[in-house]
């Protein structure tokens, strides 16, 4: 946190280079903070700023501090049953440290998350204090703070779900705040969000209310969704949440009434590099192609060469699904071959062709397919392919389950029975068919495949629409959070990464996380109804600087 103090000057000295559409953000020239928001072209590239943010998964910041690898799914699909570490034995051993439970404060993982966070939040605090004065366009001066005011609470909670309470910043940081700002307790983040949340559900647009170069902008329907979300979370997590299942249903139908967004018809296509910013795309980072690798001129994304094969060097070879989450799949459902590939599965085919395979670089038989490529990028560190965060079908499944818990079974089993329906009606993923590379591999068994649940009321309800979110949503960084927020973590993750590894089988070549039940509860803290929710260690120099309270058993 030591180091927000000193990007309060967002657009004014940054040397990024510019990408499509909105992501672009040039260097400010000669303005000063004083004068900087004068112009309306300088206000919309103060917001471009904090999306840029968004897209920095390793390189220099915008104050030169190198800050290295923070993936989503270090900690949504890692920290869960459906994935393990993924690559050879040795590599990347802190990882290992995280999903155990024996990390230490001096993980560096902490550090790179925590700087992350707080530099959105930064940039969004300069722009949210410079956009209520200006004297330009009321209509584009609203919808600007509505996006920053999205992005802060999107930043909180990127950090409250990584490192529980954190400091509370809703201006520029001043030096004589340094070493003088404690954190604030998990609830008072969640206020914070929910009401920086609901003021940008006032001022943006709907999607439909954005030309089609401003796709990707935060819009009113992404952030009731976002809402949404951290509500589910925030009941689950939260033990001074007053927060209702039907806030959950209200925001979440709201979305789905409001026709802005709908299933894509082919699940497989959702996937795909060309297929960016599709109709059920709720919120989406957006990538191009550039001419770096490296932050701060890199406009790709490391995510996808991180979980490819190493066999082809089309990746690094991490995150690779789990033989839980492919056991959860139902027989002939089309999403599977859209959440794995490998040379067990489909004769090893992948976009058409027979790839080879390294069981030894790999830590389960099969690779993350929502992240496979049809090429190696020419930047591999830099792809253009955009990341889904919150898509339509998992507003159906929080509407889902918010039905549920507010006595409406009938809707809740209506949300599953659409989102099955679709998958039912899609195609295998594309190129599933050996020397064709489009969407012609087609599922046999009609209606019987992914049948209509019926006449299922209580806990079987629930657990059908908590296993419906997992093979839909699977491999996209929710799982951890689901598990959390329901109070099933602790228990899984000790049966699939512990238990069923001492009975050997198809477990016999995993590596074995002995007594992780334990370990990871000693660094969890006390949610309502007993859950536990774990949560990283705050970097020990952000402990030591500003004096704040280290989590629970770092």
């Not at 599933?432 to 489009?438: L, M, P």
Request: aromatic residues 12%; negative net charge; contains cysteine.
């Amino acid at each position: 946190m030591k180091n927000i103090i000193y990007i309060t000057a967002i657009a004014l000295g940054l040397s990024l280079t510019s990408c499509e559409d909105f992501l672009d953000l040039r260097p400010a020239g000669s303005e000063n903070s004083g004068n900087y928001f004068n112009t309306a072209e300088n206000g919309i590239f103060a917001i471009n700023g904090i999306y840029d943010i968004l897209q920095l998964d390793e390189g220099r910041g915008p104050d030169g501090q190198w800050m290295d690898h923070h993936q989503d799914f270090f900690f949504g699909d890692l920290l869960s049953d459906d994935s393990e570490k993924g690559s050879n034995a040795g590599d990347y051993p802190s990882l290992r440290e995280m999903i155990g439970g024996y990390a230490t404060s001096s993980l560096a993982e902490s550090v790179n998350f925590w700087i992350h966070g707080f530099w959105g939040v930064s940039r969004a605090n300069y722009a949210l204090e410079g956009l209520p004065t200006v004297s330009w366009d009321s209509g584009l001066r609203d919808r600007l703070i509505g996006e920053a005011l999205f992005l802060r609470a999107f930043n909180y909670w990127y950090l409250v779900r990584i490192f529980g309470g954190v400091p509370l910043f809703t201006e520029s940081v001043q030096p004589s705040q340094f070493g003088n700002v404690k954190r604030a307790s998990v609830n008072e983040c969640y206020a914070q969000m929910a009401k920086d949340l609901k003021e940008a559900i006032r001022l943006l647009p709907e999607r439909s209310g954005y030309d089609i170069a401003d796709a990707g902008r935060a819009t009113k329907g992404a952030a009731k969704a976002l809402l949404a979300r951290i509500y589910m979370y925030q009941i689950g997590t939260d033990i001074e949440s007053t927060v209702k299942w039907d806030e959950v249903y209200n925001l979440t139908s709201e979305v789905i009434n409001s026709g802005e967004y709908k299933l894509l018809d082919n699940y497989a296509m959702l996937f795909e590099t060309e297929n960016k910013n599709t109709v059920e795309s709720v919120f989406e980072i957006q990538f191009a192609e550039g001419s770096s690798e490296e932050a701060p001129g890199s406009v790709g994304t490391n995510f996808y060469n991180f979980q490819g094969n190493r066999k082809d060097d089309s990746g690094w070879g991490f995150n690779n699904p789990s033989i839980d989450l492919v056991n959860s799949f139902e027989p002939g459902d089309p999403r599977l071959s859209n959440t794995i590939y490998g040379e067990t599965y489909n004769g090893g085919v992948l976009y058409g062709e027979k790839k080879k395979y390294d069981r030894n670089e790999q830590c389960s038989d099969w690779l993350n397919r929502k992240a496979a490529l049809p090429a190696k990028p020419a930047l591999a560190k830099a792809c253009d392919r955009n990341r889904i965060i919150i898509r339509y079908a998992d507003v159906l499944l929080m509407n889902a389950e918010a039905a549920y818990y507010t006595g409406k079974s009938a809707e809740a089993i209506a949300r599953v029975n659409q989102v099955r329906e679709r998958a039912r009606n899609s195609t295998f993923c594309k190129g599933y068919v050996e020397g064709k590379k489009d969407y012609s591999g087609v599922p046999t068994g009609g209606n019987s495949l992914l049948a209509d649940i019926k006449n299922l009321s209580g806990e079987a309800l629930l657990e059908a629409i908590w296993k419906e979110r997992r093979v839909e949503l699977a491999m996209e960084q929710l799982r951890f959070f689901d598990l959390v927020r329901t109070g099933r973590f602790i228990k899984n993750m000790s049966v699939e990464k512990d238990t069923k590894r001492m009975t050997g089988g198809e477990y016999e070549s995993l590596y074995r996380y002995e007594n992780i039940g334990a370990m990871l509860e000693s660094k969890c803290f006390d949610g309502p109804n007993g859950h536990k929710v774990y949560v990283y260690p705050i970097p020990q120099t952000e402990v030591q600087a500003w004096g704040l309270q280290q989590n629970k058993g770092y």
